[in-house]
């Protein structure tokens, strides 16, 4: 495919199904929570999360195109289609100042159409944080922060999108439940790293995994995933609880697992990942059943 229809390819699918996901367990939780169910603010409210999430994939990989020339692909990483098409990379760039925009443009249009007027300085953090993950000098993914971004941004900022468009306030239940996903979060953005180690320390990449290694690392995202079913056991205790099960035992034998060859810690990160996905699809098909 040539052409500005190149660009799609740079679309990461199943990020964008995970952020699906999690803001449909967000408006789930609230509708489990006595929310109203309006199908229209539930759409726009969406657009306004899967706008959002799209900018951040045309941005990450216009700053972070020279890294990829020396990144193998790898079975959840993007596809390095900026990386032998220069004259892509403007376009890239434009069309995530435009999604970006128009996210937090359809954030206003959702508060004027009922959503809970927070629905704007979410999309509008939520969009900052997306260009502060890798905008120079700003580079958050450089410094030791970007895990921390993507914890705050799709385990909380998503899902409480699809709770605030359901309930209208964020109460002291979402918090609970979403300081499990924050850990989520923040064990997904280790996973998706651990692949790269070697490429992102050469880069100058210094995150989480490139500067304590991967077995550190691997260690942490372990008892973060404990963590995490320890509070969801606590403080939910239903099916959500024990589904989060599925990711403490593929952490757990992760650990085990992974060595230094580069080729098997992508096989064990797409497992990790993979976990995490399980859990988001039992969570929702576990509170949309009931």
Do not use: Q
């Amino acid at each position: 495919m040539g052409g500005m229809w190149g660009l799609l390819r740079v679309i990461r699918l199943p990020i964008l199904l995970g952020g699906s996901l999690g803001y449909g367990l967000g408006a789930l939780l609230g509708l489990a929570g006595g929310g109203v169910f309006n199908p229209i603010l539930l759409v726009v409210s969406y657009a306004v999360v899967a706008l959002g999430d799209l900018s951040t994939h045309f941005s990450n990989d216009y700053f972070d195109a020279e890294l990829d020339r020396s990144a193998p692909k790898k079975i959840f990483g993007g596809s390095n289609l900026l990386v032998g098409r220069t004259d892509l990379l403007l376009p890239a760039l434009g069309v995530a100042r435009i999604l970006s925009l128009s996210s937090v443009a359809l954030a206003g249009l959702a508060a004027a159409l009922g959503v809970s007027p927070l629905i704007v300085p979410l999309a509008l953090i939520a969009n900052i944080l997306g260009w502060l993950y890798s905008l120079p000098p700003f580079r958050l993914a450089y410094r030791g922060l970007g895990e921390a971004a993507i914890a705050v941004g799709t385990g909380f900022g998503v899902p409480a999108a699809g709770y605030l468009t359901v309930r209208g306030s964020l109460d002291t239940g979402f918090m609970l439940c979403s300081a499990a996903l924050v850990l989520y979060g923040f064990v997904l953005g280790l996973s998706l790293e651990l692949p790269d180690m070697e490429a992102d320390r050469v880069g100058g990449k210094m995150n989480l995994v490139a500067r304590f290694g991967w077995r550190t690392c691997m260690r942490f995202a372990l008892l973060l995933c404990l963590a995490s079913t320890v509070i969801l056991t606590l403080f939910l205790g239903t099916i959500i609880a024990l589904a989060s099960v599925v990711p403490l035992t593929v952490f757990l034998f992760g650990n085990f697992l992974v060595t230094e060859n580069r080729s098997r810690r992508d096989v064990v990160a797409a497992a990790c990942i993979l976990s995490l996905f399980t859990f988001l699809v039992a969570s929702v098909s576990s509170l949309a059943i009931h």
